[in-house]
């Protein structure tokens, strides 16, 4: 059950009201990255979990975010109050002035209704703790650009409480993720295919307008990666030269492969 305190968990002030930064912090409101999608997307996840130390977990931080979506609406809503009344304040926000009388409603900066579509639950613990750090990062990100956008000694305080809880959650999820034990790539129960899992397809390949070159990094190289160049060119020229290509095998980047299509006709 959810009980209300009336007390906002961040005391917020603010200095000079700015409707214009009003209007940004919607964003964090009713936006993709905001805080009832946060709230929304560990709850509902809590709901269907039953890992009970997990759902713990979820369902605290879930609340949590309830929180923070209280104490940035108030923030915005003290940013924005003045488009209530001032023709100047208003053209900041039309939609806040003239449907909502200066009050924040569930819409992002460009009055995008909020949607539920923002919402990451698949019923798989493991792949819904990570969804949920991306989560934070991108909460994360969002707050130190609107902290960057506003010279409001008081508004940057509590900007910076509500950024600093997010890296508390990315530590959260992380740690619940590890603790669950699983290899780092092993999702649901089906193994991929041994051999194909570990290709790398060199897909965008020669040099590009800006000279950007193909690399050579962790991501296709060492360990057990297995460098397939172009393997698009190569169906291509294999039926261009009427030659009859091969399946499967593993030797490095020159050998031919057409992801099991029907081999071309020889000649
Ligand atoms: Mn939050
Ligand atoms: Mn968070």
Not at 71 to 96: F, W, Y
Not at 143 to 169: C, G, K
Not at 177 to 203: C, H, R, W
Not at 211 to 218: L, Q
């Amino acid at each position: 059950m959810y009980h209300h305190v009336k007390q906002l968990m961040y005391t917020v002030r603010v200095g000079t009201p700015d409707t214009r930064f009003g209007n940004m912090l919607l964003e964090q409101f009713g936006g993709a990255n905001g805080e009832l999608a946060a709230a929304m997307q560990y709850s509902i996840q809590g709901l269907n979990c039953e890992d009970p130390e997990r759902k713990d977990l979820l369902m605290d931080i879930g609340t949590e975010e309830l929180s923070h979506l209280e104490v940035v609406g108030t923030l915005a809503r003290m940013h924005l109050k003045a488009a209530r009344s001032s023709r100047h304040a208003a053209e900041a926000d039309p939609l806040i002035a003239v449907a909502g009388g200066g009050g924040v409603a569930l819409h992002n900066s460009q009055g995008n209704p909020w949607t539920a579509d923002y919402l990451k639950v698949t019923g798989e613990l493991d792949v819904d703790l990570r969804s949920n750090i991306a989560a934070e990062a991108r909460a994360k990100i969002v707050y130190e650009r609107l902290i960057n956008f506003t010279d409001d000694p008081d508004t940057i305080d509590a900007l910076q409480f509500l950024m600093s809880r997010e890296i508390t959650h990315m530590k959260a999820f992380t740690a619940a993720l590890e603790s669950m034990g699983k290899p780092q790539f092993s999702i649901g129960a089906i193994p991929p295919t041994p051999g194909l899992v570990d290709q790398y397809f060199n897909d965008s390949t020669g040099t590009g307008d800006r000279g950007e070159p193909d690399v050579r990094g962790p991501w296709n190289q060492g360990g057990d990666w297995e460098l397939v160049n172009a393997p698009a060119f190569q169906q291509l020229e294999s039926e261009f030269a009427g030659t009859r290509s091969s399946n499967g095998g593993s030797d490095g980047g020159t050998k031919e492969r057409n992801g099991g299509r029907k081999p071309s006709r020889s000649r």
